[in-house]
């Protein structure tokens, strides 16, 4: 799926391991139109990097960041500009792959008829099987953030969302509920919002 790949790998001595690979891949685009699950997803060039050791008889860890110019899922959305930057454990012996910290970046996103500003993502998974997020974006004009803690394997968790509702914001959010809310409401400044969502083990509301 990968169109004119190359990959560079870089093997450095390490005083504790056989060595240090250091590894690159770029590429004219993915194309994954033969997977009908995946929407024939597509993408522009990309590059991506990736930095561990191997050898030894510990866990290595993984250090990869990466650039892909485009995104387009037909049919859902697409970004621009798309950058990741993400560390990991490697078992030594096997297994698999356990996350640290992931943070993804846009420059642009549109998303069904929604076309946010430049969009950010930062996960960091916990020991306990937590997990926390955070989302900002900018809507309307206006900067939204959505914090997060989620236990995904007991479903369940809280979520809490800040922003500020204006002109732009209720124009937009009526569009979407397809009423004239700025005949309803028309704040003389932005109007902080905030609110807060619990969880109990199912996805199950608790307030």
Do not use: C, Y
């Amino acid at each position: 799926a990968l169109e004119s790949p190359m990959l560079d790998i870089e093997l450095v001595p390490s005083e504790t391991r056989i060595a240090i690979v250091r590894a690159t891949l770029r590429a004219n685009g993915l194309n994954l139109a033969a997977t009908p699950a995946l929407h024939n997803t597509a993408t522009g060039p990309l590059i991506l990097n990736a930095e561990t050791l191997v050898g030894g008889d510990t866990s290595s860890l993984v250090r990869a960041d990466g650039r892909i110019e485009s995104l387009n899922v037909p049919d859902i959305g697409s970004m621009k500009d798309l950058r990741f930057s993400l560390l990991g454990m490697r078992p030594h012996a096997g297994g698999t792959f356990v996350l640290k910290w992931l943070d993804l970046q846009s420059s642009s996103l549109h998303w069904r008829e929604l076309q946010p500003g430049p969009t950010g993502l930062t996960l960091i998974p916990r020991k306990d099987g937590w997990m926390d997020a955070t989302l900002a974006t900018t809507l309307a004009g206006a900067p939204w953030q959505v914090d997060a803690s989620l236990n995904p394997s007991q479903k369940q968790g809280r979520v809490e969302l800040n922003g500020h509702v204006d002109g732009a914001m209720l124009e937009l959010a009526g569009a979407f509920a397809k009423h004239d809310l700025a005949a309803l409401l028309d704040p003389a400044v932005a109007a902080p919002l905030h609110a807060a969502a619990t969880f109990l083990p199912g996805w199950n509301l608790d307030r």
